[in-house]
């Protein structure tokens, strides 16, 4: 079972990455829901979504229940760690080293480099590694960004995902 | 012979609630689907639209000019033979209250699905209205899915009622539904079901009052059947077990909260759940005897009572009536949870409502509406502004929008602020409306202004795209729902042709230019008081597809004062105070290149710096 915010500012890819690992947890079987904020708040606005992976009817996770939080956006963890539980943990994006439990990269400027600032969010997909007991693995993840419609979208993916993982591991050590 | 390709059968895919119910209709044989775009409702028809491509379906699609001609062609199709849906948010179906009540009594041909999303909370929405409330009203069944999976099962459901009955029955997804994804099976595509060609009966299709009290006969007859005979009208256990001196009632979204929260906690085992597939109407006998059987029942659903003002006696309920759940907002996991511990006894931890500190939606840089509401808010500095429903009721945030009530209003209300014997401010109005928003609703309010002699100044903002909900059509656009070629409404032609006397069209980029007609209809309505004038500002919108998205990026120079007038009055998301440094910064990754501020700044401290390119 996994519960997972993620969170950032509308037009930062969070449904991209809701999709993204619902898609995955479909095509390997698992009972998987989520929730996502459309309408006027994508305007800029605070966007959230839920997906959990287990057993569950409701869509939304409850305070204090989440595994983890995925922030695009420094300013948007606030708003949203209360969805954590007491051990959970955050992958941030930001220029700010990592603390305990608050591990950090500074995706945006990554994105810039690669050529595609929207490639913020597969980035910080490169953290799903610290998570010991997700049902879906970096493999997995991989086989998904490459199966993409558009060949350069995909490279791209691949490369942004990679870098993510790169600072991962840096910090594991 | 079939031409229907079938995508794998009892494939399951990842979809979101507005997808299964897309499929749904797919499954059942939809002929025909109408629909006017409104969050949570909008990814139906564009879901639609992909099958019928990926599936070569015949189904026969359109976004409608507002949701009430969205209801008249679809049941227009049911007549004809065909099942249809129609689909809309839950203030749209005040816009089509009119043909859905007409069409209870009258009843239907081809099985007719009226799908209504609604939105406790409310987060996109004016009201949180609950629309099984009007399921009730125009007394036609209400399905109520808690989960997108249920939401397919559902709509195949309501086809089948529906023609089983000849009524029409409403489907209402909740955001919560609409807007979650889950792993749905999926069954084939089914070719169009037709029930055979339209026979004429003026006593029954154009039935006059003497006959329409036989038909209210008839229709009372048809929802007391349903409720005595569909299992869908009982309560189903969904959890816990039979003998239990407490027991929950609940429907649709907030049943899967409900559902997890009792299972979760094993304190709660002991209580039984029952869940209502259609809470309008209900079998009211089996629903008594479940509550006589209790020492207590608990009723929770979302928005409205609708179940629970269904019992026959209410003695042993707790609910909305009672109290005992909140009257107004959405019924999250916290606060179902909070219900259910009271109702049960169970002691609890209150828990403490976390601070947000929301960021507030904002116009996109580089939007065609800003540069409008910048020179509206400079021009008339004292004015009232009427605003609409769109992505321009963020004019709020510059100032340039006093008033937001409903589709259309925005012209509506000029003329009353007009008319008013009891000016404000300097007595000009400035109304503010969206393209599409214009057709749906603003087109009566017009002619009714020009008819009456209003006096004010008229901005119909066209991005030539319905943009808040996600670039769907408008009538003024050269495209139809599934991509095929429109014929293209003249909207200066239209609003000419509502007697509108001064019409002026320009880039609202041009700073210049956009001055000029602001400042020639200000002439017209408001000194020489001679009628409504109407500037349209036409500009595509920044995020469709036809946008021409400069590669030129600007910088703010050392002239900049810090006089904020970039920040407070143009309050473009790119163009930021960086207080460290004390100077005002503009970020490249969010700037669009519009370049609209250069000519916004008093001190022409903003120059184009580089080109991306």
Known sequence: MTQMILCGRGGQGIVFLTRLLGDIATEKGLNVISSETHGMAVRGGSVNSHLKIGPFSSPLIRWGQADCLISLDSSETFNNKHFLKKDGVVFENSPTPSESDLYRVDATDIARSIGRIQLENVVLLGFSIFLSNFEISLEDIKRKLSGGSRHVTSEQNLVALKAGVRVAQALIQ | ?613
């Open chain 2, 1 to 613: 012979m079939s031409t229907v390709k079938n995508d794998s059968p009892d494939l399951i895919r990842f979809l979101m609630g507005n997808e299964a119910i897309a499929r749904g209709i797919i499954e059942s044989g939809c002929a025909l689907a109408s629909a006017y775009p409104g969050t949570p409702s909008s990814e139906v028809m564009e879901s639609l639209t992909r099958w019928k491509k990926e599936l070569s379906h015949p189904i026969y699609l359109e976004w409608s000019i507002n949701e009430k001609v969205a209801f008249e062609v679809a049941y227009g199709a049911s007549l004809a033979g065909s099942r249809s849906a129609v689909i809309m948010k839950m203030v749209g179906l005040n816009v089509a209250s009119d043909p859905l009540l007409s069409a209870a009594y009258l009843g239907v041909r081809g099985g007719l699905v009226v799908i209504v999303a609604d939105d406790p909370g409310p987060h996109s929405s004016q009201t949180e209205q609950d629309s099984r409330f009007f399921a009730w009203f125009a007394k036609v069944p209400v399905y109520d899915p808690s989960s997108p999976a249920e939401a397919l099962s559902m709509t195949r459901r309501a086809f089948e009622l529906s023609e089983k009955y000849h009524i029409p029955v409403m489907l209402r997804p909740c955001l919560r539904v609409c807007h979650a994804r889950q792993n749905v099976n999926m069954a084939g595509p089914l070719e169009p079901v037709n029930v055979g060609p339209f026979e004429k009966n003026w006593t029954k299709w154009a039935a006059t009052p003497k006959f329409r009290l036989v038909l209210h006969g008839e229709l009372n007859d048809k929802i007391r059947n349903i409720s005595l005979e569909e299992s869908d009208s009982q309560p189903l256990r969904i959890s816990g077990p039979k003998e239990s001196p407490l027991a929950i009632i609940t429907s649709g979204s907030v049943s899967a909260h409900v559902k997890d929260i009792v299972d979760a906690d094993s304190r709660l085992s002991e209580i039984p759940v029952y869940k209502v597939d259609t809470p309008y109407p209900v079998n009211q006998k089996v629903l008594q005897e479940l509550i006589d059987s209790k020492t207590q029942t608990l009723v929770i659903e979302e928005t409205y009572p609708v179940l629970e003002l269904q019992l026959i006696n209410k003695t042993k309920v707790r609910g909305r009536i009672s109290g005992h759940v909140p009257q107004q907002g959405e019924l999250t996991p916290e606060v179902v949870e909070r219900i259910i511990m009271n109702f049960s006894g169970v002691e609890t931890e209150e828990s403490v409502s976390p601070t947000i500190r929301a960021r507030r939606p904002s116009l996109c840089a580089g939007c065609p509406h800003r540069p409008a509401f910048f020179m509206i808010k400079k021009l008339f500095s004292e004015s009232i502004f009427t605003g609409d429903i769109g992505c321009y009721t963020l004019g709020v945030n510059l100032g340039a929008v006093d008033t937001c009530l409903c589709m259309g209003a925005s012209i509506g209300m000029a003329s009353g602020f007009a008319h008013a014997t009891n000016k404000t401010n300097d007595g000009h109005v400035v109304a503010t409306i969206g393209d599409s928003t214009f057709f749906h609703a603003g087109v009566p309010a017009l002619i009714n202004a020009v008819h009456t002699g209003a006096n004010f100044v008229l901005v119909l903002m066209d991005n030539n795209i319905t943009a808040m909900t996600g670039g769907q059509p408008t009538p003024a656009t050269n495209f139809l729902a599934d991509g095929a070629p429109a014929v293209q409404v003249d909207m200066e032609k239209l609003i000419r042709g509502c007697g509108v006397k001064s019409l002026d069209v320009v880039d609202p980029y041009n700073y210049r230019a956009l001055e000029e007609a602001l400042s020639k209809a200000k002439l017209f309505s408001h000194e020489k008081k001679s009628g409504v004038s109407v500037v349209i500002t036409r500009r595509d919108c920044i995020r469709s597809s036809s946008s021409s998205i400069s590669n030129i990026r600007f910088q703010v120079g050392e002239n900049c004062d810090r006089c904020m007038t970039c920040i407070r009055d143009l309050e473009c998301p790119a163009i930021s105070f960086v207080k460290q440094e004390k100077i005002v910064r503009i970020d490249l990754d969010l700037c669009s290149g519009c370049g609209f501020c250069v000519d916004v700044c008093p001190s022409q401290a903003i120059a184009a710096w580089r080109n991306l390119t």
